[in-house]
């Protein structure tokens, strides 16, 4: 990767600021968070952020907007041309278009979403001015540890030495403050040096910075959208040197961010939600949210990858769910659809039909709704992609 990048030869009219974003949940709202309210603010943004749903174009962003088809191939072969004998993953590749891209795009600011753990992802081939990590739990153990301080330190890797970085978790793992005092990263922690409360209105970020104060609500749903929030305006805070951005234009951005599949609200009577939750903490966080919310009988289209943890991820539904629709996802790497039904069935009452595909699945939840019903659609960005496509 860095022998590609350094063969691309890029002439730098101005340097980029470049902030790294990586955690388990809460990179892609914490990223559309940054991205909105700098653009806000007057900066020319390029956005690095994965997976994409539905087209391969999501992934690469500029001024909020996805790249053409022609800057991503014209980069592509770029990168065929210099990479010679240097072998490159379908990741590796984009990645390395992305940074091209934006440098050819004279961007201000950079932000680079970590796609797996930190210390040996592709993003981390640029040293980031600076970091931001946001909640640590455990996910992808063949590659990242089964254990959370293993894990923490792998998200740790992004760190540089005298860095500027904020850290969302307040539970974060002493492994990770031990990398960052090593390394003596500036490292602000939740919980320590930010908190938020909440009030009538929106909430308050309590801090000793110059941005502490009342915010207003982000357009993201979900409470866990606060604690992204509170992590992402403690950066700014921390950043404001190099990068100054006014109150004004943080609420602003905070209200008109958006971002698909994140409890994305697609229709109503019924109400249908998408979520790409797929692990145990995204799950509970949905949980709040569908407990905050009035129905009759909740419908869930559900699928999961064989590498992810069914049990943590179905469990909190268990008992509230009426009728689950499940159904393979397009990829080698689903979980058996049996394996599925039979944990289902084996947990609850609650009806469970299973479909052919996908779509067939949304179909038939939607056909199996009343108006006063909630439908989630959730287990996978396999799932959200599949129900986009469907509607």
Same mark, same amino acid.
């Given at each position: 990767?860095?022998?590609?990048?350094?063969?691309?030869?890029?002439?730098?009219?101005?340097?980029?600021?470049?902030?790294?974003?990586?955690?388990?949940?809460?990179?892609?709202?914490?990223?559309?968070?940054?991205?909105?309210?700098?653009?806000?603010?007057?900066?020319?943004?390029?956005?690095?952020?994965?997976?994409?749903?539905?087209?391969?174009?999501?992934?690469?962003?500029?001024?909020?907007?996805?790249?053409?088809?022609?800057?991503?191939?014209?980069?592509?072969?770029?990168?065929?041309?210099?990479?010679?004998?240097?072998?490159?993953?379908?990741?590796?590749?984009?990645?390395?278009?992305?940074?091209?891209?934006?440098?050819?795009?004279?961007?201000?600011?950079?932000?680079?979403?970590?796609?797996?753990?930190?210390?040996?992802?592709?993003?981390?081939?640029?040293?980031?001015?600076?970091?931001?990590?946001?909640?640590?739990?455990?996910?992808?153990?063949?590659?990242?540890?089964?254990d959370l301080s293993s894990i923490a330190r792998e998200?740790?890797?992004?760190?540089?030495?005298?860095?500027?970085?904020?850290?969302?978790?307040?539970?974060?793992p002493k492994s990770l403050i031990d990398y960052a005092?090593?390394?003596?990263?500036?490292?602000?922690?939740?919980?320590?040096?930010?908190?938020?409360?909440?009030?009538?209105?929106?909430?308050?970020?309590?801090?000793?910075?110059?941005?502490?104060?009342?915010?207003?609500?982000?357009?993201?749903?979900?409470?866990?959208?606060?604690?992204?929030?509170?992590?992402?305006?403690?950066?700014?805070?921390?950043?404001?040197?190099?990068?100054?951005?006014?109150?004004?234009?943080?609420?602003?951005?905070?209200?008109?961010?958006?971002?698909?599949?994140? #409890? %994305? &609200?697609? @229709? /109503?009577?019924?109400? +249908? =939600?998408?979520?790409?939750?797929?692990?145990? *903490?995204? !799950?509970?966080?949905?949980?709040?949210?569908?407990?905050?919310?009035k129905y009759h009988e909740l419908h869930v289209v559900?699928?999961?990858?064989?590498?992810?943890?069914?049990?943590?991820?179905?469990?909190?539904?268990?008992?509230?769910?009426?009728?689950?629709?499940?159904?393979?996802?397009?990829?080698?790497?689903?979980?058996?659809?049996?394996?599925?039904?039979?944990?289902? #069935? %084996? &947990?609850? @009452? /609650?009806?469970?039909? +299973? =479909?052919?595909?996908?779509?067939?699945?949304? *179909?038939? !939840?939607?056909?199996?709704?009343?108006?006063?019903?909630?439908?989630?659609?959730?287990?996978?960005?396999?799932?959200?992609?599949?129900?986009?496509?469907?509607?």
């Amino acid at each position: 990767m860095a022998t590609v990048y350094t063969r691309l030869n890029h002439k730098k009219t101005k340097p980029i600021y470049s902030i790294t974003v990586a955690g388990t949940n809460g990179k892609g709202s914490s990223v559309a968070m940054l991205e909105s309210i700098l653009i806000v603010a007057g900066y020319r943004v390029g956005v690095y952020s994965t997976p994409h749903l539905t087209t391969y174009n999501e992934r690469i962003r500029l001024n909020g907007q996805p790249v053409a088809d022609e800057q991503i191939t014209e980069s592509f072969s770029r990168i065929n041309n210099a990479r010679k004998e240097v072998s490159l993953s379908y990741f590796e590749f984009g990645t390395l278009a992305a940074l091209d891209i934006f440098e050819q795009q004279n961007v201000d600011v950079q932000l680079l979403e970590v796609g797996l753990g930190g210390r040996l992802d592709a993003v981390n081939i640029i040293d980031a001015d600076a970091a931001l990590i946001t909640t640590i739990d455990i996910d992808h153990i063949a590659w990242l540890g089964d254990d959370l301080s293993s894990i923490a330190r792998e998200k740790a890797g992004v760190f540089r030495a005298e860095q500027k970085a904020v850290c969302a978790d307040k539970s974060v793992p002493k492994s990770l403050i031990d990398y960052a005092n090593a390394l003596k990263t500036n490292l602000l922690l939740a919980g320590k040096d930010f908190d938020v409360q909440l009030n009538a209105n929106g909430w308050h970020l309590i801090a000793n910075h110059l941005l502490t104060g009342e915010y207003s609500m982000p357009a993201l749903q979900g409470q866990h959208q606060i604690q992204n929030a509170a992590g992402v305006i403690s950066l700014l805070a921390h950043i404001a040197d190099d990068i100054p951005v006014d109150k004004e234009s943080i609420n602003q951005g905070l209200q008109t961010v958006s971002l698909a599949g994140r #409890l %994305q &609200q697609v @229709a /109503s009577s019924p109400d +249908v =939600y998408l979520d790409v939750a797929h692990n145990a *903490e995204s !799950a509970l966080a949905l949980l709040e949210f569908v407990k905050s919310k009035k129905y009759h009988e909740l419908h869930v289209v559900f699928s999961i990858l064989d590498d992810k943890d069914l049990e943590q991820v179905v469990q909190p539904f268990i008992n509230i769910v009426k009728h689950w629709h499940i159904a393979p996802l397009k990829t080698a790497r689903t979980q058996s659809i049996d394996t599925i039904k039979d944990y289902l #069935l %084996q &947990q609850s @009452a /609650s009806k469970c039909s +299973v =479909y052919e595909s996908m779509s067939l699945a949304f *179909e038939g !939840a939607m056909n199996a709704t009343k108006k006063d019903d909630l439908l989630i659609c959730f287990g996978s960005f396999y799932v959200v992609e599949a129900c986009l496509d469907a509607l």
